[in-house]
Structures are given as C-alpha cells and as structure tokens.
C-alpha cells in the first residue's frame, strides 16, 4: 500500500514469529525500555516523530492537539511505555482500558490473534490490566505534554447493577493525573458490558460519572475533565441515534466511534478464538456510523474516529464522514511505527492540494 519502515522490514517477520500476545508484549518492552532511557528515545523522536503542523493544529473538547493522529485504547492498557508514543508521532495517547483496585488477568489464553490476510486482528483480551492506581501512577510520572487519556472498564465480576461503581471507583482514581476521560461500555470481551449501551442502564451510568467529575474539578479547584463515550459498531443505527442524543444530553463532550465488531464474516478468514474483529475489514461500517454521527450530533458533540485506518487516504476520508481526531492500533502490528508521520503527512498534502489551510474546514463535509 505504501512503503514501509525498513527497520520494522527487519523486525517484523521475527515478532511474527511469535503468538500476537508474545508478540505485544515484547513490543511493549521495547517500548518501555526506549521510553526509559534518553538516547534511544531521542533516536526514535528524531526517526519518527512528527512536527507541529499548523495547518493540522486544531482545538477539540478544550485541549489542544498538534495533528488528529492518536493511539487507541488496548495497546498500552498500563501506561508502561506513555512517553515513547508522542516520540513515534502521536499527537495524544489513549491508556487503559483500566478497572478499579488491582485490575484483573483478562480472559484465559489464547486471547489474541492475527488475521494475516486481511490485516485484521481478533483479540478477546477481557481488560487485562494492573489498576487504577497502578495506570494513575503512571501517568503521574509522563514527560510527555500531548494530552494523555484514561479509559475506564466495568470489571468482570461486577454484576451490571454494580457496574456505576467501577466507573466511579476508577474515575477517582486517576482524575487527577489524566486529561480526558473515556467511558467504555462497547467492548465485547467482558460478559453483558454492551448491555450497558441500553439507554435505561447508560443514563444513570453517564450520570454518576459526570457527578464523579463536577465533584473532583470543584474539590480540585480545576475544570472538570472532558468525558467521552465509546461505542460498538455493532449497534443497530436507531440505536446509535439514541445514544447521540443520550450522551449530548448528559454531560459528555465527544463520542468515541468505534470498538471492535463481533461480525466475524468480515475477516478474510474464520477466526480460531472469539472475539472483537479490528482492522479493515471494520473501516465501512466504522465510516458510516460517523457519518451518521456527525448528522446526528450537529456540531454538538465531536467525535474521534477509530477502525480500519491505515492510510492517509482512509484518514482523509474520516475526517471529512465527521471524525475531529483519530486513532489508531491495528495498522500498527502491520505498518509499524513509521504509520504516524506517513498519514500526518499525507494529509498536509491532501489539504495543500485541495487549498484547504485548516482542518477544520473539511470535518463533515462529506455527511
């Protein structure tokens, strides 16, 4: 599709050696090592790292963004490696999904799993993650300046009726250190949690959470984080057009659109695990909802495009179905860490092109 990193060239066929948990988890020590030592990282900041761009700087839920480009949730539950992925270019970083205490192990193994042919990736992780103390701590400690969120889970033995209290419990714990917040109700690894998409069981959940936040800000003497809610592509469209007007009327300043998709018959093969479906195979439907989104919302909520974007072209595309930023995960395992910078400058050059000087001006003019 476009060329790639020479030095991922070299890397990769060895971490495809690999099972994709092994493979993740030698990535992410990587990560953290380089995030831990100055040389390596100036090294990668000045490889891969991405300039302000002027014409891509824009302003989204009261904090500031250099370029639209952003990491997923999923990739760095923990937090172990914040600092390494401004260095690769991201103009901000998603962390988590984390649940309260101690966190949990996930699901039992195999959880993760490549689908090759179709760059896809099917993974039933279960929110495997060390803590809301844990990630907060983390996050107390960043270098890194590019706005750093948290995405918060239900934990898997909480009964739904419970589940206000985990979102509550892990908002506390890292309201401080973080700049955003996610409310993650769409993943499909933890039993029942989309149940919580219902509107009946998502107002008192958006509810306590938005109390959770005014508390802390007026304590903290601070303005109250930006809440986001994150959502299945899986949702019937009736559906999503009620969450639209759920979340606009309940306090959240932007939707995350989308999580992974349980509809299997989009890989390019029958996956061996169950589980969410990412990666192109999920770009339609994730640009469609957009669209529907951005009509729905009318400028009332911004909304943060994720799934199936691999290219500046797919970027492009995105953004102008109505997504304000955007992230990315699965494109990483297949592209490398070059992807950032290939997109950000695609995109100048797609604006340049089109006499565009802002951003801005293109968000949601195909909807």
Partial sequence: MFDRDPLYLLGRPLLFSLTAERAHDVTMGVAQKVASHAGLL???????????????????????????????????????????????????????????????????????????????????????????????????????????????????????????????????????????????????NTPGLRDLQAVDSLAPLLDRVVAVNARRAKTAGKSPRPLLLKIAPDLADEDVDAIADLAVGHGMQGIIATNTTLRHELAARPPRIAGGLSGPALAPRALALTRRLFRRLDGALPIVGVGGIRSADDAYARLRAGASLLQLYTALVYEGPSLVKKIVKGLERRLSQDGIQSLTAIIGQDA
Wanted: charge should be neutral; proline fraction near 8%; hydrophobic fraction near 40%.
């Fill in 42 to 188: 100036g090294f990668v900041r000045s490889r891969y790292g991405v300039r302000p761009s002027p014409i891509l700087k824009q302003t989204v839920f009261g904090l500031p963004f250099d370029h639209p480009i952003g990491l997923a949730a999923g990739l760095d539950k923990d937090g172990m490696a914040i600092d390494f992925w401004p260095a690769v270019g991201f103009a901000f970083v998603e962390l988590g999904t984390v649940t309260p205490g101690d966190g949990q192990p996930g699901n039992d193994k195999p959880r993760l799993e490549r689908i090759v042919q179709g760059q896809g990736i099917v993974n039933r992780m279960g929110f495997n993650n060390r803590g809301a103390a844990h990630l907060a701590a983390r996050l107390a400690a960043r270098k890194t300046a590019v706005p750093c969120g948290a995405n918060l889970g239900k934990g898997k033995a909480t009964p739904l009726d419970r589940a206000p209290d985990d979102y509550e419990a892990t908002l506390e714990a890292v309201w401080d250190h973080c700049d955003y917040v996610v409310v993650n109700v769409s993943s499909p």
